[in-house]
């Protein structure tokens, strides 16, 4: 068992940036993948990005590429998502995920082992 308690979210106009953190109750979630699914509204939870147990392992929606990138703290049980170039479409709540399996978060939201209660991203124009 493991509990996930995000952080970060917040208001911000196009073009600016936020950092999510996503910090684990106890070292479970150090030996699984993890990563990121977002939930805007009227659509279904979808897939952000997601890390490997080690961090050497990354890969990320199409529609985040080259502004999200990925990253882990295994001594702090915490991984984050920087979100840089932030437009309206990302307009979220963003869940912190881990997942079931040590390299590969999944990109379905039946991948995902622990979810964390979700932290909302607003983007205004």
């Known amino acids: 068992q493991v509990q996930l308690v995000e952080s970060g979210g917040g208001l911000v106009q196009a073009g600016g940036s936020l950092r999510l953190s996503c910090a684990a109750s106890?070292?479970?979630?150090?030996?699984?993948?993890m990563g990121w699914f977002r939930r805007s509204p009227g659509k279904e939870r979808e897939f952000v990005a997601g890390i490997s147990w080690s961090g050497s392992t990354k890969k990320y929606a199409d529609s985040v590429k080259g502004r999200f990138p990925i990253s882990r703290d295994n001594a702090k049980n915490t991984v984050y998502l920087q979100m840089n170039n932030l437009k309206p479409d990302d307009t979220a709540v963003y869940y912190c995920?881990?997942?079931?399996?040590?390299?590969?978060?999944?990109?379905?939201?039946?991948?995902?082992?622990?979810w964390g209660q979700g932290t909302q991203v607003t983007v205004t124009s």
């Open positions: 106890n070292s479970f979630s150090s030996s699984y993948a």
């Open positions: 995920a881990v997942g079931r399996d040590p390299y590969d978060l999944g990109s379905r939201p039946d991948d995902v082992a622990y």
